[in-house]
């Protein structure tokens, strides 16, 4: 019988990519040059690929975000959908008259002032060419709702007083 070794992560990482050996000026230089040439390709890029690339940076961050067990207050609807417009290089007026949105609606959207419904997150899909789907903006607004749940104190206070008997758990 063959004993199975076992190597770290960082084992087989090593064994993929050998060190360098550069000096700590060489290295700097190293990544300076190749920032220049990462800098000469975005430029190059046009501007369909770039908002593509940012659309897919952007339901990335989503999708982590709704798959972690962490809630963020940062990470609100409005947050991703500011998010959103941004990464298209569109003013709010443009952006409203493209999914038939009145830009007041949309003000109240953006500050957290108005909840999204159905259609909005349909439009969003819509409008993003289904890079980013109704499902991901409807679970993130989700997970806004459950933060928001879980901190209304106010709330957990009152709704207590009107519960007048608890389940009793039975002993093991």
Do not use: C, G
Not at 10 to 30: C, T
Not at 73 to 99: D, W
Not at 111 to 123: A, S, T, Y
């Amino acid at each position: 019988m063959k004993k199975e070794i076992k190597y770290s992560n960082k084992e087989l990482a090593l064994a993929q990519v050998p060190p360098h050996e550069l000096s700590n000026e060489e290295k700097k230089q190293a990544d300076k040059q190749i920032w220049e040439i990462r800098k000469k390709r975005l430029q190059e890029m046009d501007s369909d690929k770039v908002s593509t690339a940012e659309l897919m940076r952007l339901k990335l961050k989503m999708d982590k975000y709704i798959a972690s067990s962490n809630y963020d207050e940062q990470y609100t609807f409005s947050y991703f959908l500011n998010e959103y417009i941004n990464s298209l290089k569109q003013n709010k007026q443009e952006f409203s008259k493209e999914i038939s949105l009145h830009n007041t609606q949309l003000s109240r959207l953006l500050h957290n002032k108005e909840e999204p419904n159905k259609n909005i997150f349909i439009r969003l899909e819509i409008h993003s060419n289904k890079s980013i789907p109704a499902l991901i903006w409807f679970r993130v607004f989700e997970k806004q709702r459950e933060l928001e749940l879980i901190n209304d104190a106010k709330l957990w206070k009152t709704e207590e007083k009107k519960v007048r008997k608890t389940f009793r758990k039975a002993s093991i």
